[in-house]
């Protein structure tokens, strides 16, 4: 990949990173205070608005850790390299999923065996 190409893709997941970061909610909101006279309604409402903010910011900060594992592969000089097979992953996979460490054939049947794995396991607990 060109010093061009990595350049664009370094710039990319930077504002990437500043978005998540934007739009992450605020760690504080995800504690649930102590119960003090509130309509048990809006307790609940409350503690189910927390737990929605404590997910977001789990997500978002996987996110995250995934954004800032790719601007290190850049500064290693191993970005946009399939981890799976060694190939090269396309420019326009990498422009949608910037952050992306395997090719699309190789992220597919990583998914083939995750949906096949659940599946199975859901039959044996099933007894089928």
Known sequence: MSPEDLEFYKKLLKKKREEALESMPDISDCHDPIFTG???ADHATDVMDKSRNG???SREGRYLHHINEALDRIKKGT???CRTCGDEIPKKRLEVV???TQCIKCKNKEERKIRTRRWSN???KKNL
């Open 55 to 57: 997910q977001l910011v």
């Open 122 to 124: 859901f039959l044996l």
């Open 79 to 81: 970005y946009g390299i």
């Open 38 to 40: 509130m309509d048990l």
């Open 98 to 100: 910037p952050n992306a």
